[in-house]
């Protein structure tokens, strides 16, 4: 893997400044996207807080909040993982290593970034199980 830094990325400066605008805007979705669920699972927390000090709780109830809680804390870790992806990209393309695949060294199609901008993998390392995250 080594190597493959050594690698520089196959695009001029203008393609770049294409993926860098398009990774921004991703990570700006997403950064909007996880203060959303935050402020969600904050929501859910102060409506909890309300209604435990309330008569009765149905213990169905508490295990459905107790279940869509999980379910939030799962979608935010996905998401912070995600952004961290895109992070991850905006570097290659500050180190000039952006579009080259991490698994085989060679340049991953101007496409497949279009459609997958944060991937460090060709389709081929992908489908040959070369990629250490199948994401």
Do not use: W
């Amino acid at each position: 893997m080594d190597e493959n830094k050594k690698k520089q990325s196959p695009f001029d400066a203008a393609t770049l400044e294409h993926f860098r605008t398009l990774l921004q805007n991703k990570r700006k979705e997403a950064v909007n996207e996880l203060n959303a669920i935050d402020q969600t699972v904050s929501n859910l927390n102060e409506a909890d807080d309300a209604d435990y000090s309330s008569v009765a709780h149905h213990q169905g109830d508490v295990g459905t909040d107790v279940e869509e809680e999980e379910m939030y804390y799962q979608l935010m870790e996905r998401t912070q993982k995600y952004i961290q992806q895109l992070d991850d990209a905006l570097e290659r393309i500050d180190n000039n290593t952006y579009g080259i695949c991490m698994a085989t060294g060679k340049p991953i199609s101007k496409e497949r970034l279009e459609a997958v901008p944060h991937t460090r993998y060709t389709i081929e390392a992908k489908e040959k199980g070369m990629a250490d995250d199948l994401k």
